[in-house]
Nanobody, 126 residues
Framework: QVQLVESGGGLVQAGGSLRLSCAAS????????MGWFRQAPGKDREFVAH????????YYGDSVKGRFTISRDSGKNTVYLQMNSLKPADTAVYYC???????????????????WGQGTQVTVSS
């Protein structure tokens, strides 16, 4: 059973930075895609970024390009989301997700993912 545990959320001022972590267990993840989503109150869950575990190639949602960086540490079985130049609009619960790669280039829909973490709150004050 895949388990994903997020950490690193908190309160930060606009313009600041945070790094989220997602500790993954229960599988060998070489064939997996690891994603980050976020959900603000009253809004749908939004794709943030994903990364292919084997190659480390990232893909980003338009709203975070140039500000967020996704990476993974295979030795620690952990995926990171480095968030810079944070804005109040980035305030949300951030979720880590995973799925087995099926050969598509992009996996940017909530329904694409099989496993989810419990989420971590990020609040950006103005």
């Amino acid at each position: 059973q895949v388990q994903l545990v997020e950490s690193g959320g908190g309160l930060v001022q606009a313009g600041g930075s945070l790094r989220l972590s997602c500790a993954a267990s229960g599988r060998t993840f070489n064939s997996y895609v690891m994603g980050w989503f976020r959900q603000a109150p009253g809004k749908d869950r939004e794709f943030v970024a994903h990364i292919w575990w084997s190659s480390g190639v990232p893909y980003y949602g338009d709203s975070v390009k140039g500000r967020f960086t996704i990476s993974r540490d295979s030795g620690k079985n952990t995926v990171y989301l480095q968030m810079n130049s944070l804005k109040p609009a980035d305030t949300a619960v951030y979720y880590c997700a995973s799925r087995v790669s099926s050969g598509r280039l992009y996996y940017n829909r909530e329904s694409d993912y099989e496993y989810w973490g419990q989420g971590t709150q990020v609040t950006v004050s103005s």
